[in-house]
C-alpha cells in the first residue's frame, strides 16, 4: 500500500492522479501547509526538503519518494504504465515532464505568489513571471496543435503539465486564445480518474479554483 502525504496543490495533484490513472491502492494523509505540518520532523524524514507531495511505498520496505515528478517516474516504473519503455519513447514523455518541473511550475508558481499573494504589488514581478507563463504555455500550445498528446499516447507528462496549466486563471495568465491548449485540457477533464484524483485531498475542480481565488482575492 502506497501512502500519499499531500495537500491541495498541482504537485499535489500530479501525484494523486497519476495514482488513481494507475489504479494502485493509496491512503492519504492531508497535510495542512498554513500550519506548517510539513517542517514537522516526522514528515522531514520523509521529505527533508520540507514540501509536498511524497509517498512511502509499504510494498518496498517503506521506501519513501520526494520531488513529485519523481513519484510520477516512480509508479510509471512500478507498473509499467504511463512512460514508455524504448528509450527514445522514455525521453520524450521525460523531456516533457521536465519542461513542466523545470519552466511551467516554477513560473506559474512564481506567478501566484506575486499576483496573488504579495501584500506588495510589485508590477514588473507580475509581468515577468506572467508573460513568461504565457508563454510557456504558449509552448505547449503549438506542440498540441499537431499532436493529441505531448509525447505519444497519454503519459505522465500530460498529468504534470496539465495540473499547472489548469490553474492559468489563478497566476492571472489569459489562455482564451490558445485554442489547441484548451481542446487538451478539456480532453483530460474526460478522465474520470483525473477528476478523482483532483478531488484529493479536497475538492479542487474548475468551480473550485475559481471560488478559492475569489475567496483570497477578499482576505
Not at 516504473?77 to 518541473?101: A, C, H, N, Y
Request: proline content about 5%; aromatic content about 8%; hydrophobic content about 40%.
Amino acid at each position: 500500500m502506497i501512502t500519499l502525504y499531500t495537500a491541495a496543490t498541482p504537485n499535489g495533484h500530479k501525484a494523486s492522479v497519476t495514482l488513481e490513472e494507475l489504479g494502485l491502492p493509496y491512503t492519504v494523509a492531508s497535510l495542512n501547509l498554513m500550519q506548517g505540518e510539513q517542517k514537522k520532523p516526522e514528515f522531514l524524514a520523509i521529505n527533508p526538503n520540507g514540501r509536498i507531495p511524497a509517498i512511502v511505498d509499504s510494498e518496498e520496505d517503506n521506501f519513501p519518494v520526494f520531488e513529485s515528478g519523481a513519484i510520477m517516474i516512480y509508479l510509471a516504473e512500478k507498473t509499467g504504465k504511463l512512460l514508455p519503455s524504448d528509450i527514445r519513447g522514455r525521453s520524450r514523455v521525460i523531456q516533457w515532464l521536465m519542461f513542466q518541473m523545470g519552466g511551467v511550475g516554477p513560473m506559474m508558481g512564481q506567478a501566484n505568489v506575486f499576483f496573488r499573494y504579495m501584500p506588495e504589488k510589485i508590477q514588473a514581478a507580475i509581468d515577468r513571471y506572467q508573460n513568461e507563463s504565457k508563454r510557456l504555455l504558449t509552448v505547449l500550445d503549438g506542440h498540441l496543435k499537431d499532436n493529441e498528446y505531448l509525447a505519444g499516447d497519454y503519459s505522465i507528462a500530460d498529468i504534470a503539465n496539465f495540473c499547472w496549466a489548469r490553474t492559468h486563471n489563478w497566476s492571472g495568465v489569459d489562455i482564451s486564445d490558445l485554442e489547441h491548449l484548451q481542446r487538451w485540457m478539456n480532453q483530460l477533464y474526460q478522465r474520470e480518474a483525473v477528476l478523482r484524483g483532483l478531488k484529493v485531498p479536497e475538492d479542487m475542480s474548475p468551480a473550485k479554483i475559481i471560488e478559492a481565488a475569489q475567496t483570497m482575492v477578499q482576505r
